[in-house]
Structures are given as structure tokens and as C-alpha cells.
């Protein structure tokens, strides 16, 4: 990720995340296989335990899979630094579509009594999710002109059951966008979390981590994979941590993990 700093743009869409494997292929192969070998009793304990790094299975993480997910982060990160002036390092978790990214950034950020705060222009299947999946559970969302910064500010400032504000910029399809680092700045003010739907532009043109946000998705159906040859999605996170722990929780257990054909 350092060394990604000092390079191009370019050179890190094709170099950054990759890993010399044990047989020296120059790109990363694709490793179809639903379950992995442990060389003993104690080595399976330590892989499940976290003792040590390694693959168990497939839902869980996959090669192919992974060295993708580290290339889109450190697409996300780069040029950017964190707050101790360090290179920005971010952790990216790859979905078999772009609305398995949402549904996992969503049930993992709120829950049941709360409420996601979102703009009035959303990408169908994100309206219908928080329209007919998410009242289900609990979960209330409010949908305002997120234009109108006054009136964000005062419904975040009235109602502390807000946990997350959801902003797609540009918006599909009707490419409304709205202002990143302003709302970012009231959601932060007011202890929300702050996700950006970064499918229409990629980091090439945008990139909502320099503005402070907490997670960025992609629909990497879209521009991220030009060849639409695969259904895919990406949620990246700022708190690796938090990451590591609920999110990857929430994303193996929601089952909705990508494919090394699809990473690939």
C-alpha cells in the first residue's frame, strides 16, 4: 500500500494488491476451490482461532478474491493520508453484488429502533432495500434533499436514533450529486456514520475518503469491471477493525461473498 503512494494512478490499477504466489504466476490465478488443507489438528485451530493467517473457506476468503479487494483499497486510498499524515490504508471486502455490499454496510451499522438517513435520489434497488426489506427489521429511513444542508442539519441534530447517512453521488441515473464533505462534516457533528455510494464516478474521479466518510461501496458491476462480464460489489471501510469484526461477520454470514471467477 506504501509503495503504491509513489506510483501512478494506472500502474496501481494494474499492480496494486498483487502477491507473488507459490508458483510465480506474473498475475494473480484464479483459485477455485470451495475449501482449503490444514497440515494438522493444530494448524486448522490456529487458522480458525486468528493464531494465524491462512484460508479455511471459501465463503470466508479466497486468494483470487482478497488480492482484488486490496487492489480497490488501494485504489480508494490512494494519494490520500490518515490522520497521523501515514499513507491512508483501507480495508475492502468484495460482494457478490452491489447490493450485497449495501445490505452488509447496512445491517452491520444499524440496527432494529434506529434509522439511516438518505437522499431523495437513489439508485431502485437501494429505494426498494430500505423500502421494503429494512422496515422488517426495524429500521426506519428517512429520505430528504440532501441539497438543502439546513434541513439536514437540524434533522440530524433532532433525532439521535440517526446512525448512518447514506449518499450516493452522482446518483443513478439521474446523476444528482451532492455535497460530500459538508454532510460528512454534519453526520460527524451529530455521531453518524457516513457511507458513499461511489459506483457512477470510481476513484478515479472521486474519492469520498478525503472528505472524512466511514465507508464507500461500488457496484463493481459497472465501471470498476468495464468488460460486464460479472455481477460484483465492494464495501470498503476506514475502521479496519471494525472491518475485520462486525462487517466481515455480517458478510460472511449474510452469504452474499464473491467468486474468484468474478474477482478474476
Do not use: W
Given at each position: 500500500?506504501?509503495?503504491?503512494?509513489?506510483?501512478?494512478?494506472?500502474?496501481?490499477?494494474?499492480?496494486?494488491?498483487?502477491?507473488?504466489?507459490?508458483?510465480?504466476?506474473?498475475?494473480?490465478?484464479?483459485?477455485?476451490?470451495?475449501?482449503?488443507?490444514?497440515?494438522?489438528?493444530?494448524?486448522?485451530?490456529?487458522?480458525?482461532?486468528?493464531?494465524?493467517?491462512?484460508?479455511?473457506?471459501?465463503?470466508?476468503?479466497?486468494?483470487?478474491?482478497?488480492?482484488?479487494?486490496?487492489?480497490?483499497?488501494?485504489?480508494?486510498?490512494?494519494?490520500?493520508?490518515?490522520?497521523?499524515?501515514?499513507?491512508?490504508?483501507?480495508?475492502?471486502?468484495?460482494?457478490?453484488?452491489?447490493?450485497?455490499?449495501?445490505?452488509?454496510?447496512?445491517l452491520a451499522n444499524v440496527s432494529a429502533g434506529e434509522k439511516v438517513l438518505t437522499n431523495l435520489s437513489l439508485y431502485g434497488g437501494t429505494q426498494e432495500l430500505v423500502d421494503k426489506v429494512l422496515p422488517g427489521l426495524g429500521i426506519e429511513t428517512?429520505?430528504?434533499?440532501?441539497?438543502?444542508?439546513?434541513?439536514?442539519?437540524?434533522?440530524?441534530?433532532?433525532?439521535?436514533?440517526?446512525?448512518?447517512?447514506?449518499?450516493?453521488?452522482?446518483?443513478?441515473?439521474?446523476?444528482?450529486?451532492?455535497?460530500?464533505?459538508?454532510?460528512?462534516?454534519?453526520?460527524?457533528?451529530?455521531?453518524?456514520?457516513?457511507?458513499?455510494?461511489?459506483?457512477?464516478?470510481?476513484?478515479?474521479?472521486?474519492?469520498?475518503?478525503?472528505?472524512?466518510?466511514?465507508?464507500?461501496?461500488?457496484?463493481?458491476?459497472?465501471?470498476?469491471?468495464?468488460?460486464?462480464?460479472?455481477?460484483?460489489?465492494?464495501?470498503?471501510?476506514?475502521?479496519?477493525?471494525?472491518?475485520?469484526?462486525?462487517?466481515?461477520?455480517?458478510?460472511?454470514?449474510?452469504?452474499?461473498?464473491?467468486?474468484?471467477?468474478?474477482?478474476?
Open positions: 500500500m506504501k509503495n503504491n503512494q509513489h506510483i501512478g494512478f494506472g500502474s496501481s490499477c494494474v499492480h496494486a494488491g498483487f502477491e507473488v504466489e507459490q508458483h510465480h504466476s506474473h498475475i494473480t490465478p484464479i483459485y477455485a476451490s470451495s475449501t482449503y488443507l490444514f497440515d494438522s489438528a493444530e494448524h486448522a485451530v490456529n487458522l480458525f482461532t486468528g493464531k494465524e493467517k491462512g484460508y479455511i473457506y471459501g465463503r470466508f476468503g479466497n486468494p483470487t478474491t482478497n488480492q482484488t479487494e486490496d487492489k480497490i483499497a488501494a485504489l480508494e486510498a490512494y494519494g490520500l493520508k490518515d490522520e497521523a499524515g501515514e499513507p491512508l490504508v483501507l480495508k475492502a471486502i468484495l460482494h457478490a453484488s452491489g447490493m450485497a455490499a449495501i445490505t452488509t454496510l447496512l428517512i429520505i430528504t434533499d440532501f441539497k438543502d444542508l439546513n434541513n439536514v442539519a437540524e434533522i440530524l441534530k433532532n433525532d439521535p436514533s440517526i446512525k448512518l447517512v447514506y449518499i450516493e453521488t452522482p446518483a443513478n441515473p439521474t446523476l444528482q450529486c451532492v455535497d460530500i464533505e459538508a454532510i460528512t462534516l454534519l453526520a460527524h457533528q451529530n455521531a453518524c456514520k457516513v457511507a458513499v455510494d461511489n459506483t457512477f464516478a470510481t476513484p478515479y474521479l472521486q474519492q469520498p475518503f478525503r472528505f472524512g466518510v466511514d465507508f464507500v461501496m461500488h457496484s463493481t458491476t459497472k465501471f470498476l469491471n468495464g468488460h460486464g462480464t460479472a455481477i460484483g460489489g465492494v464495501l470498503i471501510g476506514r475502521d479496519i477493525p471494525f472491518m475485520q469484526t462486525k462487517v466481515t461477520k455480517h458478510h460472511r454470514l449474510l452469504g452474499g461473498n464473491s467468486n474468484a471467477f468474478d474477482a478474476f
